[in-house]
T-cell receptor, first 114, second 116 residues
Framework: AQSVTQPDIHITVSEGASLELRCNYSYGATPYLFWYVQSPGQGLQLLLKYFSGDTLVQGIKGFEAEFKRSQSSFNLRKPSVHWSDAAEYFCAVGLNFGNEKLTFGTGTRLTIIP | DTEVTQTPKHLVMGMTNKKSLKCEQHMGHRAMYWYKQKAKKPPELMFVYSYEKLSINESVPSRFSPECPNSSLLNLHLHALQPEDSALYLC???????????????FGEGSWLTVV
């Protein structure tokens, strides 16, 4: 069965510093990969997605992610974080079984310090 | 516009009450979903509707009853819930029930449910 691992439960970063959130997946074929962000008390907002093609994907709010097949990873990066980036970040794998089913990682909570 | 609208945003109900959560999208999406999210946990899939037909039920207790009256609306009827059912209920939609490249799932803001 497919699975998604986000090894870091909680990350603290200084405002203006760079950020990398890790995501590893386990799946027999190339999956569809997503990063979602959830601010406290809110729903999920799509940051970016990878289906095929260029392995470096640009998203909203200055985020990017790189798909590395050899490492089964899809890490999220941002060169300079802002206080408003504090949130929960979920990596997800989408599978095509006739219906799209998202399998989520356990999430990484990002705290920004001044 | 990638908007999924959910009402109410907050709901408190007793264990003997009957209530409903509502979800609406006007993006022409033909797949709609209900997810449940407990505090500090990822969302968990409950139901999937494809072309207004229930296609996936992830072994959800019968006290949760989904309904898809038309391609834009999705309801979740609630009856005889337990306190452990308190959670954030997220509705989502995607363009194509067959999935495939470019088929992204968009989420609403969620409905916070408290069962007392």
């Amino acid at each position: 069965a497919q699975s998604v691992t986000q090894p870091d439960i909680h990350i603290t970063v200084s405002e203006g510093a760079s950020l990398e959130l890790r995501c590893n997946y386990s799946y027999g074929a190339t999956p569809y990969l997503f990063w979602y962000v959830q601010s406290p008390g809110q729903g999920l907002q799509l940051l970016l997605k990878y289906f095929s093609g260029d392995t470096l994907v640009q998203g909203i709010k200055g985020f990017e992610a790189e798909f590395k097949r050899s490492q089964s990873s899809f890490n999220l990066r941002k060169p300079s974080v802002h206080w408003s980036d504090a949130a929960e970040y979920f990596c997800a794998v989408g599978l095509n079984f006739g219906n799209e089913k998202l399998t989520f990682g356990t999430g990484t909570r990002l705290t920004i310090i001044p | 516009d990638t908007e999924v609208t959910q009402t109410p945003k907050h709901l408190v109900m007793g264990m003997t009450n009957k209530k409903s959560l509502k979800c609406e999208q006007h993006m022409g999406h033909r797949a709609m979903y209900w997810y449940k999210q407990k505090a500090k946990k990822p969302p968990e899939l409950m139901f999937v509707y494809s072309y207004e037909k229930l296609s996936i039920n992830e072994s959800v207790p019968s006290r949760f009853s989904p309904e898809c009256p038309n391609s834009s609306l999705l309801n979740l009827h609630l009856h005889a819930l337990q306190p452990e059912d308190s959670a954030l209920y997220l509705c989502a939609s995607s363009p194509n029930p067959q999935g495939g490249s470019g088929n992204t799932i968009y989420f609403g803001e969620g409905s916070w449910l408290t069962v007392v």
